[in-house]
């Protein structure tokens, strides 16, 4: 596609539910990350995925927390019993060929998925 | 973890102002980027600084890394409401994998 599409935009759901986000990175990009961003700040680490494979998940908060990139292209962030603190937005990003940490690595960030745990 | 931290929070200027933000960090950084997140849209880069005391600039966009690597600025001539956005630095944190971001400068240009 011609950007990072994240699925769906909004999310409400109550307390205690699971819930599921959607990231589709750029087609052919290696690398994925999953962001959160709390309004007017700064988008925080969660994991990141190199293919398939998770290198990193040490930004996840809790273990309710899980991702998962099967087949190295679309990845789902999964929250599980859902609490009021994990309201935020969450933004996917992709990568070309490496990491973030390269120099001249530009993230591609999705719109993000807003959730609203009430 | 290897932490930036963005001054001033908030910024908000009369169009055709000139401003300054700043990024610092108690660390070095090989790289440093700038991003600038509008409502409603994911952060989208700016540029990148590799070289310390490096200076680039984009249109009325000056971005300077500091000589010891641990410090950027992002100066703005001749704002314009277009400029309104959320201004965010961000750095290797660690590792060659994980972007590490500020918390961001919070620009308003008013007409």
């Known amino acids: 596609g011609a950007g990072v599409s994240q699925s769906p935009r909004y999310k409400v759901t109550k307390r205690g539910q699971d819930v599921a986000l959607r990231c589709d990175p750029i087609s052919g990009h290696v690398s994925l990350y999953w962001y959160r961003q709390a309004l007017g700040q700064g988008p925080e680490f969660l994991t990141y995925f190199n293919y398939e494979a998770q290198q990193d998940k040490s930004g996840l908060p809790n273990d309710r927390f899980s991702a998962e990139r099967p087949e190295g292209s679309i990845s789902t962030l999964t929250i599980q019993r859902t609490e009021q603190r994990d309201s935020a937005m969450y933004r996917c990003a992709s990568s070309l060929d490496r990491g973030l940490g390269y120099p001249n690595t530009e993230a591609f960030f999705g719109q993000g998925t807003r959730l609203t745990v009430v | 973890t290897q932490l930036l931290e963005q001054s001033p929070q908030f910024l908000s200027i009369q169009e055709g102002e000139n401003l300054t933000v700043y990024c610092n960090s108690s660390s070095v950084f090989s790289s440093l980027q700038w991003y600038r997140q509008e409502p409603g849209e994911g952060p989208v880069l700016l540029v990148t600084?590799?070289?310390?005391?490096e200076v680039k600039k984009l249109k009325r966009l000056t971005f300077q890394f500091g000589d010891a690597r641990k410090d950027s600025s992002l100066h703005i001539t001749a704002a314009q409401p277009g400029d309104t956005g959320l201004y965010l630095c961000a750095g290797p944190g660690g590792s060659n994998y994980k972007l590490t971001f500020g918390k961001g400068t919070l620009l308003t240009v008013n007409p």
């Open positions: 600084v590799v070289t310390g005391g």
